[in-house]
């Protein structure tokens, strides 16, 4: 079984900050690793995804992921954060076939 | 159209309606899903659909119907729904049997059971 854990459901950051979301997940077996974006009233958009090419991931908008294996983390970074990144943010987990096993998500609030 | 298509983007149904939410991706994938997301509550995946067959139904209410009448297109059939069943459904898409087989997701239809 896996599973996917978002430490903190709602972040806020200030404009022009460093944007750290934390992701954790438990897996049974190499696992493949999704960071997704939602912003009000869409679907899920493909942020990066860590297919075991390398560990640290660069994705869209500015943002990447550092898959660390001793940790069993995948925590998304961007360094500097601008208005139009407040969504909703999920990381999820694919083991075996294809099928997502999504975190709780967290909401990112940028101020001014 | 690119992606993955989905109408209608709301939807405001009685109890005892029936109605239609439709699905359609351009990426020439062949396995299609169904999710429901409410409010406070993680993604919850419904339906998966691999080269046109059912391969999982996680537990959904009768209430709730899908039917993949080929790999592009994707509906789930609604009828005597509960308020609790308002939320947001995404559908997605993806290559089956390739590694990883990246979902991409429609924008979704908001439905409200009054």
């Known amino acids: 079984a896996q599973s996917v854990t978002q430490l903190g459901s709602h972040v806020s950051v200030s404009e022009g900050a460093l944007v750290l979301l934390r992701c954790n997940y438990s897996?049974?077996?190499?696992?493949?690793l999704f960071w997704y974006v939602q912003y009000p009233n869409q679907g899920l958009q493909l942020l990066l995804k860590y297919t075991s090419a390398a560990t640290l991931v660069k994705g869209i908008n500015g943002f990447e992921a550092e898959f660390k294996k001793s940790e069993t983390s995948f925590h998304l970074t961007k360094p500097s954060a601008h208005m139009s990144d407040a969504a909703e943010y999920f990381c999820?987990?694919?083991?075996?076939?294809?099928?997502?096993?999504f975190g709780g998500g967290t909401r990112v609030l940028v101020k001014p | 159209e690119t992606g993955v298509t989905q109408t209608p983007r709301h939807l405001v149904m009685g109890m005892t309606n029936k109605k239609s939410l439709k699905c359609e991706q351009h990426l020439g994938h062949n396995a299609m899903y169904w999710y429901k997301q409410s409010a406070k509550k993680p993604l919850e995946l419904m339906f998966v659909y691999n080269f046109k067959e059912q391969t999982e139904n996680n537990s959904v209410p009768s209430r709730f119907s899908p039917e993949c009448p080929n790999s592009s297109h994707l509906f789930l059939h609604l009828h005597t729904l509960q308020p609790e069943d308002s939320a947001l459904y995404l559908c997605?898409?993806?290559?089956?049997?390739?590694?990883?087989?990246?979902?991409?997701f429609g924008p979704g239809t908001r439905l409200t059971v009054l």
């Open positions: 997605a898409s993806s290559q089956e049997g390739s590694q990883p087989g990246t979902q991409y």
């Open positions: 999820a987990v694919q083991a075996a076939g294809n099928k997502l096993t």
């Open positions: 897996s049974s077996v190499p696992p493949y």
